[in-house]
């Protein structure tokens, strides 16, 4: 009975079929990990572009809200934007365009939670005072 315990024959395959699992489902976490942070990345930056646009003097807030939509549907894809809010507001003590954006958070590739991803961006108002 002891030489059937003690045999470790077959082992091996059961080993790396257990470690392979693991190690493979830690890779495609940091992955998509890294898909999240990416599209997190670049909905943030369209929204700072966004404001950017909007602040300036001959603009209108709708075309900060368009160039938002325009660099997140040619960079992530159309649909990530959910919503796209632009208003003017107090930010530091100045007056301030904010541009926030709400949109789908990735969890399986670029599927993911509609509307649980928001991010908001500010820029200074100008004006040709």
Avoid: C, W
Avoid at 66 to 76: F, H, K, L, P, Q
């Amino acid at each position: 009975m002891r030489a059937v315990l003690a045999d470790e024959t077959g082992s091996a395959p059961v080993e790396f079929v257990l470690v392979g699992v693991l190690l493979t489902a830690l890779t495609l976490a940091v992955l998509q990990l890294g898909v999240g942070m990416y599209v997190r990345n670049v909905v943030h930056d369209a929204a700072v572009e966004g404001a950017h646009r909007a602040a300036l003097a001959d603009t209108t807030l709708g075309e900060g809200v368009a160039r938002t939509r325009e660099i997140v549907d040619r960079t992530v894809g159309q649909g990530f934007a959910a919503e796209v809010a632009v208003s003017q507001t107090s930010h530091l003590g100045h007056p301030a365009v904010a541009v926030t954006v709400r949109g789908t958070l990735p969890l399986a590739g670029l599927f993911g939670v509609p509307g649980a991803m928001e991010v908001t961006a500010h820029a200074p108002l100008e004006s040709f005072d």
